[in-house]
């Protein structure tokens, strides 16, 4: 029997819903037996994760090597600010395109 796109996608969209259904009742059921065993056997977040976790280690090795943020090369009358790093602002751009040169543009320091 030949069926249309239509009735495909109905079934498609049917059998979509049935396995979220599923998901949902099947999740419901693990989530109880871990919460069960925790309980259980008295874990607590160290376990279950590492110190890592807790004391926030990696955090503070990342805050250590990331970069200072450029200065500002360029701002307009309307404070609008750029570092002159990546791609060029549209407010950037428009004020090229009005006349306005890089140097009008740029922060004097």
């Not at 976790?53 to 090369?73: C, H």
Request: no cysteine; charged share 35%; proline share 4%.
């Amino acid at each position: 029997m030949a069926r249309t796109l239509t009735q495909v996608q109905r079934q498609i969209d049917e059998l979509r819903q049935l396995a979220e259904k599923l998901k949902a009742k099947e999740v419901a059921g693990v989530v109880q037996r871990i919460r069960a065993a925790i309980a259980h056997y008295q874990l607590t977040p160290d376990d279950l994760f590492g110190k890592q976790r807790a004391t926030n280690a990696g955090a503070k090795k990342k805050a250590a090597t990331r970069k200072s943020p450029s200065p500002i090369r360029y701002r307009d009358d309307k404070g609008n600010a750029w570092t002159g790093n990546g791609q060029r602002p549209r407010w950037f751009k428009e004020a090229i395109a009005s006349g306005k040169t890089r140097e009008d543009l740029e922060v004097k320091a």
